[in-house]
């Protein structure tokens, strides 16, 4: 079955630093979704690409899709201690209705 | 607009008993998903229900766990009997079709003991 890894599973950061996650497809998505899971809280969704090659951004939050569509990446510029939470990307293919979710990277910032 | 409704929000059995969740979706969202999260994992997906026919729900495990959505709007998940291994929390989301962003409830963290 299709299968999304995400790296890295934890990154500790000091508060304006930078901060990247990438999320890797075994398969060609037709769509990839990102969504933020404060802790104790539910994931929110935050965005989602369906073009190759597509970035969008959100204030700090920059979203790319790969060319092949087989891989996306969140950036987040000068993280701030509101920055804290796990990210997941979850993505689908083909015919598949469904979602898949990575495992998440765990986001900590040090004010 | 109203979110994502669910109840318990807690819940701890022991082993062999039983146990339902309720889950009442954004108004208008044909699209409703059960998810189980265990602590440091990504959401997986059981179940999906677009109105009230299942759309996937090959991980499901169908010897203890069963789920239905009525008239196409809420929705409720069973275990019976829970396992040591059900301890988890478990999401319910909707979105307005397959494949649009979804909309998660707060979830309920079962304890099994």
């Known amino acids: 079955g299709q299968q999304v890894m995400q790296i890295p599973q934890y990154q500790h950061v000091q508060e304006g630093e930078d901060f990247t996650t990438y999320c890797n497809s075994s398969?060609?998505?037709?769509?990839i979704q990102w969504y933020k899971q404060r802790p104790g809280g539910h994931p929110v969704f935050l965005i989602q690409?369906?073009?190759?090659?597509e970035v969008k951004k959100q204030k700090r939050l920059t979203f790319q899709f790969g060319e092949a569509k087989k891989n996306s990446s969140l950036h987040i510029t000068a993280t701030q201690t509101t920055d804290v939470g796990t990210y997941f990307c979850a993505g689908s293919g083909g015919s598949n209705y469904k979602l898949t979710f990575g495992k998440g990277t765990l986001l900590t910032v040090n004010p | 607009e109203a979110g994502v409704a669910q109840s318990p929000r807690y819940k701890i059995i022991e082993k062999r008993q039983s146990v339902a969740f309720w889950c009442n979706p954004i108004?208008?969202?044909?699209?409703l998903y059960w998810y189980q999260q265990i602590l440091g994992q990504g959401p997986k997906l059981l179940i999906q229900f677009q109105n009230n026919g299942v759309v996937d729900d090959s991980q499901l495990p169908k010897d203890r766990f069963s789920a239905e959505r009525l008239k196409g709007v809420d929705s409720t998940l069973k275990i019976q009997p829970a396992k040591l291994e059900d301890s988890a929390v478990y999401l319910c989301a909707s979105s307005f079709r397959s494949l649009m962003e979804q909309y998660f409830g707060p979830g309920t963290r079962l304890t099994v003991t």
């Open positions: 108004s208008g969202h044909a699209t």
């Open positions: 690409l369906v073009k190759s090659g």
């Open positions: 398969t060609t998505l037709s769509n």
